[in-house]
């Protein structure tokens, strides 16, 4: 059943985010019905990978996995991508080609692509709050 699982990005950048600002506004009126679901990593990048040498890829690091939607993964990636790559240009190149790779192997939604950004606010407002939470100061 769509939109019935659990969310903690987007559930915690809404009790974050206390004004009804045009982004929680959007996270509300999402299409849940064209937003696929399920289980995610929420830490994909770079350091929770192994690539051998058949190129195949091996994922670790599943303390933030659990059932949310799929473009959280997408989202982070290329927010991590992003990070390491200042220069727009080569950014944009290897986020093409990750995008491209993603698609070969299940479609990227309409619905999904117009996410992605607020997708990754929501992530990182997800990690601050856990962060935050472990600490008393």
């Known amino acids: 059943m769509p939109g019935a699982y659990f969310n903690p990005p987007v559930l915690k950048t ?10 929680i506004e959007f996270l509300e009126n999402l299409d849940r019905q064209n937003i696929r679901s399920g289980a995610v990593h929420l830490d994909v990048w770079f350091d929770n990978l192994h690539i051998d040498h058949e190129k195949e890829i091996t994922f670790f690091d599943f303390n933030f996995c659990g059932n949310g939607y799929l473009c959280f993964d997408i989202s982070y990636f290329l927010f991590q991508l992003f990070t390491i790559h200042p220069n727009e240009e080569e950014y944009q190149a290897k986020a093409d080609h990750f995008l491209k790779g993603y698609a070969w192997v ?18 990182i407002t997800y990690y601050i709050s856990v962060q935050c939470d472990r600490f008393d100061y």
């Open 14 to 23: 809404k009790e974050f985010y206390s004004k009804n600002i045009s982004e």
């Open 106 to 123: 299940t479609e990227i939604g309409n619905e999904e692509k117009k996410i992605l950004s607020f997708a990754c606010l929501a992530i």
